[in-house]
């Protein structure tokens, strides 16, 4: 079954660090450009982050840039969110998703993970 | 970058209603569009891409159409399964930015 599933949510203060991860299984990982999509509490789907299929090159909405850093680790499957200088308002539900198309990154995102909860509050 | 905006913002309609959700781009797009259905407490599911492509599983009743700057979702006969938050997407650029949601609830 193809498959992502977070991990690493959590409650961190403002100004903290965290690093969120997605493993993926039942495709070949290291064929798909891959993305980090949040949702803050009762709020629209914004997209964070995105990075090719090798690492090697990566995407950024403004509002992160300098803060986060997406990373993969294809060998072990594995997608990462490393954020830091935590603000109130990264407060969202994390998901990570696949590009549908296999070494393609202009494609609707077709696989999401069930979501992992960062809470960002003294 | 480039602003997706959706109309309406709420659509309240019957069980069999015919719906149109509209999504319009700051700049054109091509069809590098996706719609995207998400009921609460769970992930957005894939719906259409390249504006008119029905994804593998989801029902006829669900159509797109489109391209540059405007596009429109349709569900044709509402069933209660349908009820939910829709968005749409552009993958024009490696900055992907979604619209901001039409809710579609019980009239």
């Known amino acids: 079954e193809v498959q992502l599933v977070e991990s690493g949510g959590g409650l961190v203060q403002p100004g903290g660090s965290r690093r969120l991860s997605c493993a993926a299984s039942?495709?070949?990982?290291?064929?798909?450009?891959m993305n980090w999509v949040r949702q803050a509490p009762g709020k629209g789907l914004e997209w964070v982050a995105t990075?090719?299929?090798?690492?090697?090159?990566?995407y950024y909405v403004d509002s992160v840039k300098g803060r986060f850093t997406i990373s993969r680790d294809n060998a072990k499957n594995l997608l990462y969110l490393q954020m830091s200088r935590l603000r109130a308002e990264d407060t969202a539900v994390y998901y990570c998703?696949?590009?549908?198309?296999?070494?393609?990154?202009?494609?609707?995102?077709?696989?999401w993970g069930q979501g992992t909860m960062l809470t960002v509050s003294s | 970058d480039i602003q997706m905006t959706q109309s309406p913002s709420t659509l309240s309609a019957s069980v069999g209603d015919r719906v149109t959700i509209t999504c319009r781009a700051s700049?054109?797009?091509?069809?590098?569009l996706a719609w995207y259905q998400q009921k609460p407490g769970k992930a957005p599911k894939l719906l259409i891409y390249?504006?008119?492509t029905l994804e593998s599983g989801v029902p006829s009743k669900f159509s797109g159409s489109g391209s540059g700057t405007e596009f429109t979702l349709t569900i044709s006969s509402l069933q209660p399964d349908d009820f939910a938050t829709y968005y749409c997407?552009?993958?024009?650029?490696?900055?992907?930015?979604f619209g901001q949601g039409t809710k579609v609830e019980i009239q």
């Open positions: 700049e054109r797009i091509g069809t590098y």
């Open positions: 998703a696949r590009v549908r198309s296999s070494g393609w990154p202009y494609d609707a995102f077709d696989i």
């Open positions: 390249k504006a008119s």
């Open positions: 039942g495709f070949t990982f290291s064929s798909y450009w």
């Open positions: 990075i090719k299929q090798d690492g090697r090159e990566n």
């Open positions: 997407q552009q993958y024009n650029s490696y900055v992907r930015t």
